[in-house]
């Protein structure tokens, strides 16, 4: 158990989460009632509660990080299993969002984090899933052009197989980048 505590206060999660929840919740209620605006808002409040606890993929000082004589790839895919389902669980508890589009999107970011952690370093894991959550809430989800259908997946309702298709791809490239290497170095300060 100490292994676990040690590796929940390194990554300060407890704070993370704490303020994540509190986002989510907040974000997510004012979707609530017979708002045309629920998906929005539910992307919207699953981006930022995944960019807050985004700040969690990785420890203070990652060179200890990659030294570390301990197997990293079931610690990390447990840490996004984990971002996943609290970021889908709190946003469904208070979103009238349909629950396939609160799944998507949850997955949909939490490869974000991941692939921003991966490329960017844990300090600024928080930037793709805000500018992925910000366009989907700023542009109406349409149909046409493609290129805005793709960019504002998140944004989109549940039949949309081109918003499927992104958060898949999203999700499989950062949970395996993320899985694999880790969290970049350059985020790091010396």
């Keep these: 158990m100490t292994a676990v505590v040690l590796f929940v206060r390194s990554r300060e999660i407890p704070a993370g989460v704490l303020w994540a929840v509190a986002a989510m919740t907040a974000v997510a209620w004012f979707g609530t009632g017979d708002s045309p605006h629920a998906v929005t808002t539910a992307a919207l409040a699953l981006a930022l509660g995944v960019a807050v606890v985004g700040h969690s993929l990785g420890g203070p000082d990652s060179t200890l990080d990659r030294t570390a004589a301990i197997r990293w790839v079931p610690r990390r895919a447990l840490h996004l299993a984990t971002i996943f389902v609290v970021a889908a669980s709190v946003v469904t508890a208070v979103s009238p969002a349909p ?44 149909p046409e052009p493609f290129a805005l259908h793709l960019l504002t997946w998140a944004g989109q309702q549940a039949d949309s197989r081109t918003a499927f298709a992104a958060a898949a791809v999203l999700t499989l490239a950062g949970v395996t980048g993320y899985v694999t290497h880790g969290p970049s170095r350059s985020g790091d300060v010396s």
């Design 99 to 142: 629950a396939g589009v609160i799944l998507r999107d949850a997955a949909g970011f939490t490869g974000l984090a991941a692939l921003a952690a991966t490329l960017l370093g844990r300090r600024l894991a928080w930037t793709l899933p805000v500018v992925t959550g910000c366009v989907s809430a700023g542009i109406p989800a349409v």
